[in-house]
């Protein structure tokens, strides 16, 4: 598992992440990188599961936050399935999946299960 961290203000500690793998017995599956979410440095149809977790709306163009979930469907497997999650911006992401030929995009209504309150766009990638 690939866990990819944004580099931007928010703070991201690749060290605390890897302790919560340790607190989880997973750390010896898990693997933290960062970058820019618009220019992963992954191959074409690298990952069977993407999820994207309040990262994508820190991309403040609406041509930037299309660029980054272009740039999840191209490392994403055919047949793979994407969950952004997220709380501004929902629309334009199924929007850019739409786009692309994605098939049953949708977008989930509020959850007030955390602060502030998110919606959750799935969709699976065409083979």
């Known amino acids: 598992m690939v866990i990819w961290?944004?580099?931007?203000?928010?703070?991201?500690?690749?060290?605390?992440t890897l302790a919560n793998a340790r607190t989880e017995g997973v750390a010896d599956?898990?693997?933290?990188?960062?970058?820019?979410?618009?220019?992963?440095?992954?191959?074409?149809h690298s990952f069977d599961v993407i999820v994207s977790s309040l990262a994508i709306h820190n991309i403040y163009s609406v041509e930037g936050r299309a660029q980054a979930v272009r740039e999840i469907a191209r490392v994403l497997k055919p047949g793979g399935r994407a969950a952004l999650l997220d709380f501004q911006q929902t629309g334009e992401y199924v929007q850019t999946l739409r786009d692309l030929g994605w098939r049953g995009v949708q977008r989930s209504g509020l959850r007030f299960g955390i602060f502030p309150p998110v919606r959750v766009v799935t969709g699976t990638k065409p083979h």
Not at 8 to 15: F, L, R
Not at 29 to 44: A, N, T
């Open 5 to 16: 961290q944004t580099e931007d203000e928010s703070g991201n500690d690749p060290q605390v």
């Open 29 to 44: 599956r898990v693997e933290v990188k960062s970058g820019d979410m618009r220019q992963m440095p992954f191959p074409d």
